[in-house]
């Protein structure tokens, strides 16, 4: 039975792969280069199989170095994670956070797992609401955080990211060829007259009110169920339905930032966690077009 694979040993591999050269990588790592080689020697020992083979430009790896690369990774990957939670120093108490209903099922659920593994001690509330309403939430010291739209740029806080407001059509029933054009709106939404309907308007497009909802969910259920067009976050498009482009006569209707807020009067370590881990669910739409 051969020995165990010692998680020290994966680190100094991982290093090597990445230098492609044991001198560069002992002075990486602060040891000689008869410690770092005498390392490898055991490792392969243990594995049974050479892990490097010499080139023109350094080492490289074997076949069998290859196949230990992915679990030397994930080894030390979740070594690396297991003690940074270990170290982390535990937090409790209360954090209310607000959110647009787009990011409900997406950004959302990414930064609350994250957190709830480091710090589950800590409460937290999601409001799920128009941008307006956390705003007014959080001046009234009812919301700790709240991501909200800044159509505008008069909003002050931090810039998650720019996710525009595009027309959306489906991709079966093709409603953006009729006219008038049937179109799904928010109810009451100050927004909807200012921006939506007044992007249709500059472009002389008639259109005529065919469904009225209440969230983003009821427009994204009209649009993929080919009642009208609708404007949606372009991160938020369900599949079957595509953006309506300039190509097709329609323009963006806005260039929404989506902006982190924070409680103007009290904070707490929690808070500034929690904040951290939604910065980070955020990242993705960065890279994205």
Known sequence: MRDPIESDLLRTFLVITETSNFSVAAQRIGRTQSAVSAQIKRLEETVGEALFERSARGVVLTRAGGQLLPYAQRVVELLNEAAATIRTKPLDGPVRIGIPEEYSQTVLPAALAAFAIQHPAVEVTVSCDYTARNLAALERDELDLAVVFDWSKQTTGEVLCIDPTVWV????????????????????????????????????????????ADTSSGLKNAV??????????RSNIPHGCRELTSDDGFPPVDSSRVVLRRNPYHSSEAIRELAERVREAFQPMLAQP
């Open 169 to 212: 059509t489906s991709l079966v029933h093709r409603l953006h060829e009729s006219t008038p054009l049937p179109i799904a709106v928010y109810r009451d939404s100050t927004w909807c007259r200012d921006f939506a309907l007044r992007s249709l308007e500059q472009q002389g497009l008639a259109y005529r009110i065919a469904f009225v």
């Open 224 to 233: 993929s169920a080919g009642l009208a067009v609708s404007t949606l976050s």
